[in-house]
């Protein structure tokens, strides 16, 4: 079941295997620092691009393997959305 998230500065989520989460940015408007953080098990997919929904094995996305963090600066777009490729994935977000 899809997901939507409205975190104001950060949030924990767990992720279900092929299940896409939204995440609207609250806040700051445009130039946000965005850090991400997969502690894992599975893989993380990650679109920024409102037009491309994250999805597993999509090659438009960018990927975290688990235990590795992104962070991203000068982040216009108030839109994320995650998918992970095994069920029960944990992913932290921050945003400035």
């Given at each position: 079941m899809p997901q939507n998230i409205t975190p104001k500065s950060h949030g924990h989520?767990?992720?279900?295997?092929?299940?896409?989460?939204?995440?609207?940015?609250?806040?700051?408007?445009?130039?946000?620092?965005?850090?991400?953080k997969n502690s894992g098990p599975g893989v993380v997919w990650?679109?920024?691009?409102?037009?491309?929904?994250?999805?597993v094995g999509?090659?438009?996305?960018?990927?975290?393997?688990s235990g590795e963090t992104l962070n991203l600066t000068n982040v216009a777009s108030s839109?994320?959305?995650l998918n992970a490729d095994t069920a029960s994935t944990l992913c932290d977000i921050v945003a400035l």
């Open positions: 989520m767990t992720l279900a295997a092929n299940d896409l989460v939204t995440i609207t940015l609250t806040g700051k408007s445009g130039n946000r620092a965005i850090a991400l990650a679109s920024l691009d409102p037009g491309t929904a994250a999805a999509n090659a438009n996305c960018f990927t975290l393997k839109t994320l959305t």
